[in-house]
């Protein structure tokens, strides 16, 4: 069965001033669906094609190039627009922001790691808050690769992820990915966040 495109869960122009319109409508209409269609041409008539995603991801190393990117352009995509909310910003909420404390020290300190994670990226990829057994931790992935891939370098389940490709930012903050970093915490959908540390 081919993959699809998620729907936004909210309107392109819901993420201003933080997240321009234009720039969700691109990311989402044009990025996210090219990673799906290439996910979909890449598996079409192989034993990858009835392959959940989380599966191909999980082995990605094992699978070709445009499997490993593709799908996880479209994991990570959609995993990005939950974790986003006209409503978010503010302070963490629930079990996960003691577990931040736990971790970090403090909210800032996350923040502040998380920031570095994403802007000490070269060239494109991810910036990750993920769960390891209950333990938070802070990475970062080069291009569409994540922490639940078998060739990631660092390993957890995300709870939290910000996308430091310059499609992401460009059209409004240009070469200051660090701006884009800072007001990304405005729109972080926390009740989401919590909900997946809870799941586990
Ligand atoms: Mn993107």
Request: overall charge negative.
């Amino acid at each position: 069965m081919a993959f699809t495109l998620p729907p936004l869960p909210y309107g392109y122009e819901a993420l201003e001033p933080h997240i321009d319109k234009l720039t969700m409508q691109i990311h989402h209409d044009k990025h996210h669906q090219a990673y799906v269609d290439n996910l979909n041409k890449a598996i079409a008539g192989t034993e990858n094609e009835n392959k959940s995603l989380e599966e191909l991801v999980k082995h990605a190393g094992t699978l070709s190039a445009a499997i490993r990117n593709n799908g996880g352009g479209h994991w990570n995509h959609s995993f990005f627009w939950e974790i986003l909310s006209p409503n978010g910003g503010g302070n963490p909420t629930g079990s996960v922001a003691k577990a931040i404390d736990d971790a970090f020290g403090s909210f800032e300190a996350m923040q502040e790691k998380f920031n570095a994670a994403g802007a000490g990226r070269f060239g494109s990829g991810w910036a990750w808050l993920g769960n390891v057994d209950g333990k938070l931790t802070i990475c970062s992935t080069p291009n569409q690769d994540n922490p639940l891939m078998d060739v990631a370098e660092c390993k957890c389940q995300p709870v939290l992820g910000c996308d430091v490709w310059e499609h992401a930012y460009y059209l409004k903050y240009q070469n200051k990915r660090a701006d884009y970093l800072k007001a990304f915490w405005n729109v972080v959908n926390w009740k989401k966040v919590n909900e997946l540390f809870e799941k586990k």
